[in-house]
């Protein structure tokens, strides 16, 4: 083997070693893990939160860690209104009435997609990413995406209380310092 084919061969094992490497650190962040010491204040803060009703168990999950994150900040239970939608695709459309209600200081939408054997699951995941961003770039108040994307069941327990910690409690925090912003 000549030299430069080696020193192919070493470039692209460095290149697959080091993307594995960040796909593990990303696949190990605790969700729920921040410094609380940079979270504003939450007193003073009205929240709209839309959950979906697909993959009950998770989203149900995820609106628990959610609102008890905005509280242990300081938000008070009667300032956190809860909405919910069929499916994570109507998120849009809830989020988007929340955000022409003047009150709020920040919307939270809150879903999970599961994988399933067709393209569908690609189609919701686009359209819900997209209809969020514009939201996001168009409306006055932010809006938080808290939308699990994920192969199966399992990896979306691990992301809803489980191992992985919960993403609406990331949501919640988020939520709180945009609101801030
Ligand atoms: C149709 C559908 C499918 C297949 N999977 C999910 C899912 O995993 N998670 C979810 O929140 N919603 C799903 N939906 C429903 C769509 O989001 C939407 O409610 C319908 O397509 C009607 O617009």
Known sequence: MGNSCFSFLILVYSISISHTNSIIIM??????EYDINKVPDA???IFGIVVAEWNPQITGA??????????????????IHVKTVPGS????YGAHQMTLNDGYDAVIILGSVIRGETPHFDY????VTAGIARLNATSN?????GLL????MQQALD???GRLGNKGDECAVVAIKMAKF
């Open 159 to 161: 992301r809803a209380g």
């Open 43 to 45: 007193s003073n803060m």
């Open 27 to 32: 696949a190990t962040k605790n969700l729920s």
């Open 62 to 79: 995820l609106l628990e860690g959610c609102v008890s994150t905005l509280e242990k900040h300081g938000a008070l239970p009667e300032n």
């Open 89 to 92: 695709f109507e998120l849009i």
């Open 124 to 127: 919701i995941c686009q359209g």
């Open 149 to 152: 994307t994920t192969n199966d």
């Open 141 to 145: 108040i932010p809006v938080v995406y």
